[in-house]
């Protein structure tokens, strides 16, 4: 499973407490873990409780950020790439499922990256955001807005899972069945 979360910590301790249970339960639970490298912020948090747990975790740093994010040299593996778009590709090539905790743009622009990925048709894999004290909140209500004003087709929108359990998520993750990715356009909307 790739985790995208924040390389700081945020500014409420449930982030980092979040981020901390998460790790712990997927290291319970067997799942292998890939994120983004770092040991700091919510990333370092997350791998460091996994690891804890008896989780397999995989981290993938481009060299620019290894000495900038910290890279984390406690995991099963570490893989230093030439680019955060190696990054990505790696991360997705090796995950079967993808989870955002809070973060910032680098959280966000991963998050939508496999997300557009799935409504392409590239991969089936489920998308969620484990919404921590309501803080994707505000970007839910963008995701309808979309869809209330046409941008995003019903079945878009219901890829992506969102829980504020992560336990609850995972269940959900296991249970996701990719919808038809064949969207029919009209000529005046393309």
Known sequence: MAVFCGSRP?????????????????????????????????????????VEHGGRVTGVIP???????IGHTGLAELLVVGSMHERKALMAERADAFV?????????EEFFEVWTWAQLG???KPVALLNVAGFYDPLLALLDHMAAEGFLAPQQRAMVLVDDDGEALLARLAAYHAPSTALH????ET
């Open 10 to 50: 945020g500014a409420d301790p449930r982030y980092a407490a979040a981020a901390r249970a998460f790790g712990a339960l997927l290291g319970r639970r067997g799942h292998a873990l890939v994120y983004g490298g770092a040991r700091a912020g919510l990333m370092g948090v997350l791998a460091d409780a996994a």
């Open 63 to 69: 060299e620019a950020l290894w000495a900038r994010e």
């Open 100 to 108: 955002a905790l809070p973060g910032g743009a680098g959280t966000m």
């Open 122 to 124: 590239i991969h089936a």
């Open 185 to 188: 356009l009209t000529p005046a």
